[in-house]
């Protein structure tokens, strides 16, 4: 038995062992485990869907900027009507913003272009728009694709996620903090404006990674000033401040809370480091968001986010031809829309069923077995 395929046998595959993988020849076998061999010949396979379609992204890009560009007067023009009005609108407004972002989270793999310093610089002037700082996140956003699912690398650009045995092993007043964090309305509404108002405007969590992630912020920092001065001296600074923050909010919340679906989820696998692979941890480890058809153009493909963590540099909108030409991905990680607001209930995670689990759940289980930790 190779090494990988120990790694998945003490916690990692048995759960999935029959997920269809591929029937063709040049892939594994449909009735194959989910182990090291089969899960590195998909990743390998997948390099083909990698070239980036150059008219496509211009295209993709163009259409989204100014969607937003036309939803946000219209938002400002509402406001003459009703504010009831203009808050309606401010949804799809927000949905645009959110589909800015994916551009630039494309853009932060170098996936969206072809070339990297096209790339690059997109991706920074898209973080004004979005309140993003591109070489910052790019930062944060690259560990997380390096440690995904592993026990002994949380805690950047992740959601904060504690073992059954941690949760336990805290102080009362530890306890009541963790379940504040992952209380519903802090992690969906506060948690969010205060990543993207605060935290994003300055970076002191990369106190000790040089220069690039301060000027990054620094600079992102103007262009939102020089862009919210032009605005407000267009259309005052009331009226922007009832268009621009409704719409910040929401893209924020709803930014947040796909990131959360696509690895909170209750099948989703984590591993402790000497157990941990990155090409598993990333079919595994992450979600199939299956949305709307409607949602996932609004969200960029970004629920295909198993697909994603394996081959990172697929551009999104070459994810839907990934699942055409291999529709046994769908499958794997799957979580409908229903499914995923059942999710908010999850907070912790069992090592003993190998499964996330509600604070009411974990509470009835015992914390230690054969493949808990301290």
Same mark, same amino acid.
């Given at each position: ?38 899960? @590195? ?7 083909? !869907? $990698?070239?980036?379609?150059? /008219?496509?992204?211009? %295209?993709?890009? +163009? ?105 336990? @092993? ?7 903090? !963790? $379940?504040?964090?992952?209380? /519903?309305?802090?992690? %969906?509404?506060? +948690? ?127 994810? +839907? ?54």
């Amino acid at each position: 038995m190779s090494c990988g395929s120990r790694r998945l046998s003490k916690g990692w595959a048995f759960r999935h062992k029959r997920d269809n993988l591929s029937n063709s020849s040049t892939e594994p076998r449909a009735d194959a485990g989910v182990d090291a061999h089969n899960v @590195g010949a998909l990743a390998k396979h997948l390099l083909r !869907y $990698r070239d980036a379609n150059a /008219p496509r992204a211009f %295209f993709e890009l +163009g259409v989204t900027v100014g969607a937003l560009v036309l939803s946000w007067v219209l938002m400002w023009l509402s406001l003459g009507i009703g504010y009831w009005l203009t808050l309606l609108l401010a949804l799809p407004t927000a949905g645009f913003l959110v589909r800015l972002f994916m551009i630039q989270h494309d853009c932060g793999h170098g996936a969206f272009f072809r070339w990297r310093l096209l790339n690059d610089w997109v991706g920074r002037a898209l973080g004004v728009l979005t309140f993003t700082p591109y070489d910052y996140w790019k930062r944060n956003h690259t560990v997380h694709h390096a440690g995904s699912g592993n026990l002994e690398r949380r805690g950047t650009g992740d959601i904060m996620t504690l073992t059954v045995s941690e949760y336990l @092993g805290r102080s009362v007043l530890g306890r009541f903090l !963790y $379940r504040l964090y992952r209380n /519903p309305l802090v992690l %969906f509404g506060v +948690g969010p404006a205060y990543l993207f108002f605060v935290q994003h405007r300055l970076p002191l969590d990369q106190m000790r990674a040089g220069w690039r992630p301060w000027a990054s912020t620094l600079v992102t920092n103007a262009g939102i000033v020089a862009i919210a001065g032009v605005m407000i001296w267009l259309v005052g600074l009331g009226p922007f401040a009832a268009v621009q923050l409704p719409v910040m909010l929401l893209a924020a919340s709803i930014g947040v809370w796909l990131f959360y679906v696509q690895h909170q989820f209750e099948t989703v696998t984590w591993a402790h480091d000497n157990e941990w692979s990155l090409a598993e941890a990333a079919l595994l480890g992450s979600s199939h968001y299956d949305l709307p058809a409607v949602l996932r153009w609004f969200t960029a493909n970004i629920g295909v986010h198993h697909v994603h963590h394996l081959s990172s540099r697929i551009p999104y909108y070459r994810l +839907g031809e990934v699942l055409r030409d291999h529709p046994q991905l769908r499958g794997i990680g799957r979580v409908t829309l229903w499914q995923s607001l059942r999710s908010i209930r999850l907070a912790l995670w069992d090592e003993n069923t190998q499964k996330l689990v509600s604070f009411r759940d974990a509470l009835r289980r015992p914390a230690d077995g054969p493949n808990s930790r301290s």
